[in-house]
């Protein structure tokens, strides 16, 4: 067990994870105080086996995805009160031995996020192509769209500080984008992120992927387009929704003066009228009331801060 003042917990989220959850539960007992393992609705062993090795192990009855799974354990964890708390895949891909480089920045009071990034010097990453071209397509857009300055906003080898994982584990998302959230979230309020290079080993896997790839970036792209448009949504709705309302009246005017001219009705501007103008106004509304909705949020943030 460990001998820092702070108390260090592991937690896991597993689906069908027979193969790879004995390897993992029992590195990390080597470097935490305690494991816990959420069995997100499995069809397997992975429920007995990490419990057969020591892990506290809770279980959902279906599968939920990753972020509930998250969510779930965050629950259970914070019953420990631990100092420190550490993430990690159960499906092989993360080296329970690097554990100390992600805590130790927190230990020292130097973040209160660290991530076991694959993009920084150092790191170690074998995965195929098409998973780097979406990871690097991923961490772009999280970046250029959404602000956060990490390179590596997909990694669920992480460590947090008691402050930091009582607030990022309020997340909405229910799959993989929990994690894009969550760093989000750390750079809106001010939280210190750091990265320290890790080696990921998709060779470990043992395993397929769960889920198909053009199913995992959906998942990860319908997170942060919510995340961009509660952000800004005047923004990302309000100044399309304006353009589309002025194609509407541009089309409308030019409908009603061919008309005159020519008492022939236009169908087809006609049409592009109409559709324009409800789908613009949709949008200011819409834009609008997420503003607002922002602004209270935000409020209520302050107040209880």
Same mark, same amino acid.
């Given at each position: 067990m460990k001998t820092n003042r702070e108390k260090i917990v592991a937690i896991i989220p597993a689906y069908n994870e027979e193969a790879s959850i004995a390897k993992v539960v029992l590195g990390? =007992?080597?470097?935490?105080?305690?494991?816990? &393992?959420?069995?997100?609705?499995?069809?397997?062993m992975t429920f007995a086996i990490a419990g057969a090795?020591?892990?506290? &192990?809770?279980?959902?009855?279906e599968r939920l995805g990753k972020g509930a799974a998250l969510r779930t354990l965050s629950k259970e964890v914070m019953e420990l009160n631990p100092g420190i708390i550490v993430t990690l895949d159960g499906d092989?891909?993360?080296? /329970?031995?690097? @554990? !100390?480089?992600?805590?130790? %920045? @927190? +230990? #020292?009071? +130097?973040?209160?996020?660290?991530?076991?990034?694959?993009?920084? /010097?150092?790191?170690?990453?074998?995965? %195929? *192509?098409?998973?780097? $071209?979406g990871l690097r397509l991923i961490n772009f857009l999280y970046r250029k769209v959404a602000g956060v300055q990490t390179k590596? #906003?997909?990694?669920? *080898?992480?460590?947090?500080?008691?402050k930091a994982f009582e607030f990022l584990f309020r997340c909405d998302a229910k799959g993989f984008g929990i994690e894009g959230e969550q760093l989000v979230l750390a750079t809106r309020n001010g939280l210190r992120v750091m990265e320290v290079p890790v080696s990921i080993n998709y060779d470990?896997?043992?395993?397929?992927?769960? =889920?198909? /790839? *053009?199913? !995992?970036g959906a998942d990860l792209m319908s997170t942060l387009f919510r995340? @961009? $448009?509660e952000e800004r949504p005047l923004k990302y709705l309000g100044l399309p929704g304006i353009a589309m309302t002025a194609t509407g009246l541009i089309t409308g005017l030019y409908v009603l003066w061919k008309f005159n001219i020519t008492h022939l009705?236009?169908?087809? *501007?006609?049409?592009?009228?109409?559709?324009?103008? @409800?789908?613009?106004? $949709?949008f200011l509304v819409a834009?609008? #009331?997420l503003h607002g909705l922002k602004r209270m949020s935000d409020k209520l943030n302050n107040t209880h801060a």
């Open positions: 990390a =007992k080597r470097h935490v105080d305690q494991v816990i &393992v959420c069995d997100d609705g499995s069809t397997d090795l020591g892990a506290k &192990v809770v279980r959902h009855n092989g891909q993360h080296d /329970p031995d690097e @554990i !100390h480089m992600l805590v130790k %920045p @927190i +230990e #020292t009071g +130097e973040s209160d996020v660290v991530v076991g990034s694959r993009y920084v /010097p150092g790191a170690k990453i074998n995965a %195929p *192509f098409y998973r780097r $071209l590596d #906003t997909q990694s669920g *080898f992480r460590a947090y500080s008691r470990n896997m043992a395993g397929h992927s769960k =889920k198909s /790839p *053009f199913l !995992h995340l @961009i $448009l009705f236009d169908m087809p *501007f006609a049409t592009l009228t109409l559709g324009a103008s @409800i789908v613009g106004l $949709l834009s609008i #009331t």
